[in-house]
Every structure is written in C-alpha cells, then in structure tokens.
C-alpha cells in the first residue's frame, strides 16, 4: 500500500518550538526557583540527587515504548486504516500501563537500597530526605510514562502542539503552586508539586484523546512488541544511568556542587528537548516511510543533512555562549548582586556541555534511524559499553577537575557513543 507523505510546515514548527519551548524554559524555571527560594546547598543537593532514579526509569520508560510504538503507529496512520489504528493504540496504551507500574515498582525498591552505595558523600540527614522525595517522585514516574504513550500517540497523528500543550499547561501551574507555597523549611513540597504536576498533565491528556478501553490481556499476549521493547528496556538503564554516576562524584564536592552541574545541565538539556520535539521528532516519519518504500539512499541523505544543521545550531550556540562569558557575569554581578564567578562557573561548564548537546541530538536521530530499520539491539549495546567505559573517564577527569571534570566526561561520554554508531549506521546502510 502506497503510504501519504507526512510533512510538518514551517509555521506549524514555529508554534511546535513556541509550546516545547515555553514548556521546557518553564521545567528550567521549576529547578532555578526551588534553588532561589531554597538556597543552593545541601538541600537543594539532596532533592536534585532524589530525582535521579525516578527519572533514569522515566527516560528508560519513555524511550522503550518510543522505539517500538512510534514508528508502528505513524505507519498505521499513514495507511489510514481507522480500525486497525484505534485497535493498535489501545494495545499501545495497555503495553504503557503495564511498563508504567513495573517502572513505579523498581523505582521504590532502587531508592531504598540505592543511598548505601549511590549517595555516599550525603550525610544520614540527607540521605533519609534524599528517600523520602524520591519514594514521592517514584509516582511521577508511573504517570509520567503512561503520558509520554499519549504524547507519542498524538505526535503519530501529526497533533504536535496537542502532544506538547498539556505539559505546558502542568509546568504554569506547579510554578504557581511552588511560588505560593515552597519555603525553606520544607522543600518536600516540591516534590509534591512535580507529582501533582504529572497527574494534571495525564488528567488533561485524557480529556483532549479519544481512547477506548486498554487492552490489557491482548498487551500481555502481543509477544512482538515486548520483544522489540526488550533490548532497550534492558540495556537502556546503562546508558541512563549516567546521572547517578554524576551525581555520586558531585556528592563528593562541595556543597551546591550537584546544583551547579543540574542547574547547568537542565539549560543544556531543555534545548536538546526543544530540537528533538521540533526538529528531529517530525522527521522520523519521512525516515520510516523512505524505509519503508527500500529508499537507504534518501533515507541516508537526509540523515546526513540533518546531522549537518545539529552541527552548526551546535557551534552557534557554543559562539553565543563564548560571548556571554564577556559580559553577563558582570551585569548579572551589577543588576542582581550574584557572585561573577558562581555566574562564570556556570558557563564554562555550558560551554563544556555543548559537546554532549551535539552529540545527544545526533544521538537521538541516529537511534531513531536504527529503530527505523528495526535494529534496536545495536543503540544499546554501544550504549552499555559507553556507560562502563565513560565510568573510568569520568572518574579520571573528576579527580583532576573536579565538577568541570564530570562535564567534560559527559560530553566525552555521549561524543564517543554517537561516533561508533555513526560508523556502524554507515556501513550498515552501504553493504
């Protein structure tokens, strides 16, 4: 059957870039203000550190059902086959629930025994509030992938700005609810409000999409979709659990050595979200339907010119972020009093991760290209030798650097892991 040709306008980007961006800039916001109402210190320490295995396993969650459902519903969508569409999206949606409470599971039995091990640079104090918001945050994790489902449903109908708008929606109201709120003596309610957060974001998710019953029992059955799930739900974990690895040598630190390195990471991170969701999301389409008809050759240009429009928003970014250094530090210093060289921090350890943001979004398109042509095995074995190897580096730079040392092992880290799979998707794609 002859598949429609899915394209995504320059003004529909534009308002996709105008919602992702505002979501993302807002779940920034969340992170500065907890840091501004609380204090950067071992508090602000110890709630960042308790998002780390509730979110690994959200990623993880997110990224295996993205690698199987969404291709397999954007190709059902463009065949136009309503009957087979609505059923295949209920299975869909009964495969996310069931993930979702697996995830929720081993999130509560990761965070009890994780502090012994993880967070050893915590003192008892943290480390019981460290247990405490993260057992909380472990419910973000349920909701937060069973929305993640949604959002792929909706982007394989070509509804973006539906898939985005809930989350925006969700971020403008804990902002309001943290700004009323949060004070110092009890930022347990920050991790109320992310939780809340995710439940407003799944309530209006639920209202706007049209989902019958899931099915859950014909989900169990369907040994076809676990099976392609499995390996990166198995292998995944590796290549996510680079935060915990970071965290553990930041704890080590000073303190408000981890919100540094977050506070740095989470700008980083919110425009690789943004350009995934704008740019590299919409393009999975043209990849699976180029596949699909057996055109590799056109498949493969694309993927060549895209990687070269990652690469050079990269060094824009890296020139912006060079010329800030001249002069924010001191406007910063003039108009709000903060210390010019926690301000110049900041940047040198952007600038650093600019390299982990090139190599993410090449990352991320050069995975989907490999689940394109249903090869899920390969993203994640590279991703589990990157993980132990990026350990050793990671450890080496720290000691020599400190927290500007674990950036650069970041950006080495994900640099090397894209590198080997570009080499690999070639020759794969010229044999």
């Not at 198995?234 to 915990?244: E, G, I, Q, R």
């Not at 590799?296 to 694309?302: C, D, G, I, V, W």
């Not at 090397?416 to 799979?421: E, K, P, V």
Request: hydrophobic fraction near 50%; glycine fraction near 6%.
């Amino acid at each position: 059957m002859q598949t429609k040709k899915i394209m995504v306008s320059k003004k529909r980007r534009f308002y996709i870039a105008a919602v992702t961006g505002a979501q993302l800039i807002g779940q920034a916001t969340i992170q500065i203000l907890i840091i501004l109402l609380i204090g950067p210190g071992e508090k602000t320490d110890t709630f960042i550190a308790a998002q780390t295995i509730p979110f690994i396993l959200l990623a993880v969650g997110t990224a295996s059902l993205h690698s199987v459902w969404y291709t397999k519903l954007t190709i059902s969508n463009a065949d136009d086959n309503r009957s087979q569409f609505r059923r295949k999206k209920s299975i869909g949606y009964a495969h996310s629930i069931i993930s979702a409470l697996i995830a929720l599971i081993l999130s509560l039995i990761s965070t009890y025994f994780s502090e012994s091990f993880i967070f050893t640079g915590f003192s008892k104090e943290n480390i019981e509030n460290f247990k405490d918001y993260s057992y909380i945050l472990s419910f973000c994790t349920f909701f937060g992938i069973i929305s993640a489902y949604i959002s792929i449903t909706l982007r394989s109908q070509e509804f973006y700005l539906l898939a985005e708008t809930p989350s925006l929606v969700g971020t403008v109201i804990l902002l309001i609810f943290l700004s009323l709120t949060l004070r110092n003596e009890d930022i347990t309610m920050a991790a109320w409000g992310m939780l809340t957060r995710s439940i407003i974001i799944y309530s209006i998710q639920l209202f706007i999409i049209d989902f019958k019953k899931p099915l859950i029992k014909t989900s169990i059955t369907r040994k076809d979709e676990w099976l392609k799930m499995l390996p990166i739900t198995l292998t995944t974990p590796f290549y996510k659990a680079s935060p915990l690895v970071d965290r553990h040598f930041a704890s080590h630190t000073q303190a408000g050595g981890i919100t540094d390195l977050n506070i740095a990471q989470t700008i980083i991170s919110s425009v690789i979200a943004i350009s995934e969701k704008v740019y590299i999301t919409p393009l999975i389409p043209s990849f699976s339907n180029l596949i699909n008809r057996k055109e590799k050759r056109k498949a493969y240009k694309l993927y060549i010119r895209s990687l070269f429009i990652i690469t050079s928003g990269t060094l824009i970014i890296i020139t912006a972020l060079g010329i800030s250094f001249i002069f924010i530090p001191q406007l910063l210093s003039d108009l709000m009093n903060i210390d010019q060289s926690l301000t110049k921090n900041l940047i040198e350890i952007m600038i650093i991760l600019s390299g982990f943001l090139f190599a993410s979004l090449s990352g991320i398109l050069t995975n989907a290209f490999f689940f394109t042509i249903g090869s899920n095995k390969t993203p994640a074995q590279i991703g589990i030798i990157g993980f132990l190897i990026g350990i050793i580096y990671k450890y080496i730079l720290f000691l020599m650097f400190g927290i500007k040392g674990i950036a650069l092992g970041i950006t080495l880290h994900y640099m090397s892991n894209f590198g080997i799979l570009f080499l690999i998707l070639r020759k794969k794609l010229h044999e």
